[in-house]
């Protein structure tokens, strides 16, 4: 079945880096836009990232913009989120998700999601 | 960036009941290849969003028929024609027309 696997959470200090990861498994992975949300604890839905089916178009907030990475190695079906200059503010649950098939402007099917703490 | 608006925040109903939540953008969610991104979603407590419609109207595989959404422009309803005890959660709408995408705050259906 389709499923995608977040990892690569944790608790880092402010100014630090990390870097999630997302195992995707049931459908071809190369075929799809892809994109990372994140939710602060108790909080909305924000969206973060996208990254197009071969990797070459990117798009960011503006809350994220020049600190974090979006990348795709679709040779092992993996997405990737390098997230440097942490700060507070980036503390959420990250998820990472599948976009449509023919239209990729919505997100179709959701990881269960990896928590990122920045804290002193 | 548009700023889309979801009304209520919050919404007791008997089971059994229909329920519905606007959402309204604040400019046309109409892309320039015609098509609006106007998506739904809900959020089961602890669970990750799953998605329900898309497109305004379009259900997604496997999701009840009790489920529909409507709308056009900048004003659109998700509704549950008839409340389950499973439809506890949070819902929300999302615009993929421009960039940065944007959820509504999200709208708590809980049962009276």
């Known amino acids: 079945q389709v499923q995608l696997v977040e990892s690569g959470g944790g608790l880092v200090k402010p100014g630090g880096s990390l870097r999630l990861s997302c195992a995707a498994s049931?459908?071809?992975?190369?075929?799809?836009?892809m994109s990372w949300i994140r939710q602060a604890p108790g909080k909305g839905l924000e969206w973060v990232s996208y990254i197009s089916s071969s990797g070459s178009t990117t798009y960011y907030a503006d809350s994220v913009k020049g600190r974090f990475t979006i990348s795709r190695d679709n040779a092992k079906n993996s997405l990737f989120l390098q997230m440097n200059s942490l700060r507070a503010e980036d503390t959420a649950v990250y998820y990472c998700a599948r976009c449509g098939h023919y239209y990729y402007n919505y997100m179709d099917v959701w990881g269960k999601g990896t928590t990122v703490t920045v804290s002193s | 960036d548009i700023v889309m608006t979801q009304t209520p925040l919050s919404s007791p109903v008997t089971l059994g009941q229909p329920a519905s939540i606007s959402c309204r953008s604040s400019q046309s969610l109409v892309h320039s290849d015609g098509n609006t991104y106007l998506s739904w979603l809900q959020q089961r407590p602890g669970q990750p969003p799953r998605l329900l419609i898309y497109k305004i109207s379009s259900r997604f595989s496997g999701v009840p028929d009790r489920f529909s959404g409507s709308g056009a422009g900048t004003d659109f309803t998700l509704k549950i024609s008839r409340v389950e005890a499973e439809d506890v959660g949070v819902y929300y709408c999302?615009?993929?027309?421009?960039?940065?995408?944007?959820f509504g705050q999200g709208t708590k259906v809980e049962i009276k």
């Open positions: 049931g459908f071809t992975f190369s075929d799809y836009y």
């Open positions: 999302m615009q993929g027309t421009q960039i940065p995408w944007t």
